[in-house]
């Protein structure tokens, strides 16, 4: 099920994709499989862009399935009841507008039970620092997937220090290409692969 999935997004077939996921949801699939069959799918479209095969507009349709189908999948995904357990700032971060992950992310955060500030794409370091002062949340949660986020998210992690907010704001990345040299260039706390382990470090920092 899952694999199929991957292969229809990745092949851009939007019909099969939607009637496919729909099927998986009667048939009571854990709707994170699905998710993570569609990540697959986005990986290949990825590589296919890589290997010249496939251009922006497909970059674009991928893009559209992906939203369409996460929108069949996210009422299925428990949400989170009674008082949060604590607030997460998230964004991606300056010059960078993916944000299908992030959003993602900030999904299971709530179906966590976390109270999530989204700001947003595109997110310059200042923004983030504002809405940390703002909010009083301890975990401030940066998404990117082109290789120059790093450096914006090191310069979020630095304007963090200068704000005098570093002593209490644990930072955690994630998107792509973001692994544990990124974490050290950057200065964060820790990086998440998936959006799971994204909960899972919340709740480290924050309490279970
Ligand atoms: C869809 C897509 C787009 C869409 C984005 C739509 C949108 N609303 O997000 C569009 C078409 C707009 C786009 C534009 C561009 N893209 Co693009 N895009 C992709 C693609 C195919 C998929 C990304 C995606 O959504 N993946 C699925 C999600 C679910 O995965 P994810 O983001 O990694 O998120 C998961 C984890 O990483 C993690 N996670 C994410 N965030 C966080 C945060 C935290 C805190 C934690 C813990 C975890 C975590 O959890 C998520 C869920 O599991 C990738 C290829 C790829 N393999 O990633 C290229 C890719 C990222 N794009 C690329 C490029 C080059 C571009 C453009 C520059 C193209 C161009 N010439 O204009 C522009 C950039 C514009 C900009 N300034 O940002 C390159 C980046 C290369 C690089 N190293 O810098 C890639 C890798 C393609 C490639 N192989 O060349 N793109």
Redesign the pocket.
């Known amino acids: 099920m899952k694999e199929a999935i991957a292969a229809m997004l990745a092949e851009l077939r939007e019909d099969d994709t939607l009637a496919e996921i729909g099927k998986a949801l009667a048939a009571g699939t854990d709707p994170l499989a699905l998710?993570?069959g569609?990540?697959d799918g986005?990986?290949?479209?990825?590589?296919r862009?890589?290997e010249k095969e496939y251009y922006?507009s497909e970059?674009?349709m991928?893009?559209e399935i992906?939203?369409q189908a996460i929108g069949l999948i996210e009422p299925r995904l428990a949400s989170g009841s009674g008082a949060p357990r604590g607030s997460v700032v998230?964004g991606?971060v300056k010059?960078?507008?993916?944000?299908?992950?992030?959003?993602?992310?900030a999904t299971?955060l709530r179906c966590g039970g976390y109270e999530v500030h989204d700001l947003g794409?595109?997110i310059p370091a200042d923004a983030f620092v504002r809405k940390l002062k703002e909010t009083g949340a301890p975990v401030l949660?940066?998404?990117?997937?082109?290789?120059?986020?790093f450096d914006s998210m090191k310069e979020t992690v630095d304007s963090l220090a200068e704000a005098g907010l570093r002593g209490r704001v644990k930072v955690?990345?994630?998107?792509?290409?973001?692994n544990d040299k990124v974490v050290e260039y950057s200065g964060a706390d820790?990086?998440?692969?998936?959006?799971?382990?994204?909960v899972k470090?919340v709740g480290q920092f924050v309490g279970p």
Do not use: Y
């Open positions: 998710v993570e569609l990540r986005m990986s290949e479209v990825g590589r862009f890589e922006l970059l674009i991928s893009a992906f939203k998230i991606t010059g960078d507008i993916h944000d299908i992950g992030k959003n993602i992310v299971l794409v595109d949660a940066l998404s990117g997937l082109l290789t120059l986020a955690i990345i994630g998107g792509g290409p973001v820790a990086w998440g692969m998936d959006a799971s382990q994204a470090l």
